[in-house]
């Protein structure tokens, strides 16, 4: 099978998986192989970067409470690489269109007339899941799923979001970027109508070495995330299908 050749003055859009460098695709491998520069956000991890041979690493990316580069900064960088006629790979954790804003930056490669590919990845809310012996869809507990980001662009809980609806909309609900506010979404999804009791997994880091699973509840979600101390990256999930970790756990 050959693999694209990468032309200069494109810029290719590439996921890098939630973490474990065994995830990437070979699309994605082969993209960082050929790149003159890697521009990459927080979430990417070292293994994963060390695909790029001896490209240039500019690392700009979000970091949740902290100063970060504006989307417009990143766009504006994209372009200004590519019109220098270098190789850009834009790598972002995960599925670069999963909460990624990767959209934006198709959007804005695509009004400066800059040519692009765009390569896939693993989500955390999948693949990270998985790694903790969780299976996001199940024929025998739920038959669908729901991925919502836990804040928006002004770093609060999603106002807009029907909480009640989502808890009657699907089986397991996944959530990203959610660690700030499980005290809230758990206490609008009781009152919603999910029961107190619903399995909640709490997975750090997955998929890498310093992972870390916490396995609560909804009403006690919050208070264990505070006490066990584990922190962000993150991926939340709600449902019964967490059960399947009594006897799916591996690795
Ligand atoms: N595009 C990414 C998500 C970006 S939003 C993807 O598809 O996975 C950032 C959020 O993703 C984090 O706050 C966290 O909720 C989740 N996340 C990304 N990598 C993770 C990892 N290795 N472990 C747990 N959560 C992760």
Do not use: C
């Not at 590439?14 to 979430?43: F, I, K, R, S």
């Not at 012996?133 to 807009?160: A, K, M, Q, Y």
């Not at 991926?235 to 019964?240: E, F, K």
């Amino acid at each position: 099978m050959k693999l694209p050749d990468f032309p200069a003055g494109e810029v290719w859009l590439v996921g890098a998986g939630p973490g474990d460098a065994g995830l990437l695709t070979l699309h994605a491998v082969n993209a960082l192989e050929q790149a003159d520069v890697v521009v990459h956000d927080a979430l990417v991890s070292a293994d994963v970067l060390a695909f790029a041979g001896d490209a240039e690493r500019v690392f700009l990316g979000k970091r949740g409470g902290k100063p970060s580069p504006k989307q417009p900064e990143i766009n504006a960088r994209l372009l200004a690489e590519a019109r220098a006629g270098r190789r850009v790979v834009r790598l972002k954790g995960g599925d670069p269109f999963m909460f990624g804003r990767g959209a934006e930056e198709v959007l804005a490669l695509v009004a400066a007339g800059v040519k692009f590919r765009i390569v896939p990845g693993i989500t955390a809310g999948i693949g990270g899941l998985a790694y903790a012996g969780v299976p996001v869809t199940s024929r025998d507990v739920n038959s669908s799923v729901i991925f919502l980001t836990g804040h928006d662009h002004t770093g609060l809980s999603p106002e807009g979001i029907d909480w009640a609806a989502v808890g009657r909309a699907a089986g397991m609900i996944v959530l990203y970027m959610a660690m700030r506010h499980m005290a809230e979404i758990a206490d609008k999804l009781v009152a919603g109508g999910l029961a107190a009791d619903t399995p909640v997994l709490v997975v750090s880091h997955a998929t890498l070495p310093e992972a870390q699973v916490l396995e609560t509840t909804l009403e006690r979600a919050a208070a264990d995330i505070g006490a066990s101390g584990i922190g962000a990256p993150a991926i939340v999930s709600i449902g019964r299908g967490n059960l399947l970790r009594e006897r799916m756990a591996w690795g």
